[in-house]
């Protein structure tokens, strides 16, 4: 199950892996500009920890995995 989602001009993809019934492992992916400084790969998948997760909980912390990566990269939007 595949969904993404647009944050500060990135998109985060995020893939969930059945591990058992009604449980997934969250993975996501940043995709971006080329010219954002990078502090991490950009295009390759990463595994949330701490999962196996309900799909709608995996969907959630995937995203803001995601999320807070993308901050990290851009800075604070404050």
């Avoid at 009604?22 to 990463?46: C, E, K, N, S, Y």
Wanted: no cysteine.
């Amino acid at each position: 199950m595949q969904r993404t989602v647009g944050y500060r001009g990135f998109e985060i993809d995020v893939d969930l892996v059945p591990t058992s019934e009604d449980m997934f492992d969250a993975w996501f992916r940043i995709q971006g500009p080329t010219h954002a400084r990078v502090v991490l790969a950009r295009g390759l998948r990463i595994k949330v920890r701490g999962g196996p997760f309900s799909r709608r909980w995996a969907y959630f912390v995937a995203e803001i995995a995601g999320q807070a990566s993308i901050d990290v990269i851009l800075g604070s939007d404050d």
